[in-house]
């Protein structure tokens, strides 16, 4: 069963402060991941995007990683903020022609002045 | 133009009303989905329509039913609803097909409540 889990459920930091999100996944066969930010009420906006052969990826302050082998990837958010205050998806899409994805329960990221 | 819109943005309704939720892009994507999210929830996949055409029905009751009139639009109608179908409903778009990254925009949603 396609699975993706991410950790921690919740998080609070202190502005300016670094923090780093985990997914681990379980989707075959694999075809991409994505990183979202949702804040409260709004529609998730996408953050990065990283295929089987991608390592790395940054958006700002925002880099994200992947490992194909372990199937592992991380959110790194440098120097927060307050709007950085949102839910952060991690979801996974697999090769089929209808597009279908996996998306993760998320993290509750806080930050707090 | 790489946004995706929804209308209305809130929308009451009681349990006998018949309304209807819009989307619309105008990305040129071929691939169009309608996700339900409840509160501290991840987004639920409803339908997809691929090339106009509905490919996934995620057994969906048919108090909802999806309409994708053509490329740029996708509409949900909705009837006779109970209170717990409450929630943030998402649109979609992606391109189709396999050969894409199938990188999904969303729009900003509309919050349905049923009364």
């Known amino acids: 069963k396609n699975q993706v889990e991410q950790s921690p459920q919740s998080l609070i930091i202190l502005e300016g402060k670094n923090c780093t999100l985990q997914c681990n996944y379980t989707v075959s066969p694999f075809s991409n991941l994505r990183w979202y930010k949702q804040d409260t009420g709004r529609g998730p906006v996408s953050l990065t995007i990283m295929t089987f052969s991608e390592n790395t990826k940054s958006n700002g302050r925002y880099t994200a990683t992947l490992d194909a082998d372990t199937k592992q990837s991380s959110l790194h958010i440098t120097a927060s903020q307050l709007s950085d205050s949102a839910s952060y998806i991690c979801?996974?899409?697999?090769?089929?022609?209808?597009?279908?994805?996996?998306f993760g329960d998320g993290t509750t990221l806080t930050v707090k002045p | 133009d790489t946004e995706v819109t929804q209308t209305p943005k809130h929308l009451v309704m009681g349990m006998t009303n018949k309304k209807s939720l819009k989307c619309e892009q105008h990305?040129?994507?071929?691939?169009m989905y309608w996700y339900k999210q409840k509160a501290k929830k991840p987004p639920e996949l409803m339908f997809v329509y691929s090339y106009e055409k509905l490919s996934i029905n995620e057994s969906v009751p048919s108090r909802f039913s999806p309409e994708c009139p053509n490329s740029s639009l996708l509409n949900l109608h909705l009837h006779a609803l109970q209170p717990e179908d409450s929630a943030l409903y998402l649109c979609?778009?992606?391109?189709?097909?396999?050969?894409?990254?199938?990188?999904?925009?969303f729009g900003p949603g509309t919050r349905l409540t049923v009364l």
């Open positions: 979609a778009s992606s391109q189709a097909g396999t050969s894409g990254l199938n990188e999904q925009f």
């Open positions: 990305m040129g994507h071929r691939a």
């Open positions: 979801v996974v899409s697999v090769k089929t022609n209808a597009g279908k994805s996996t």
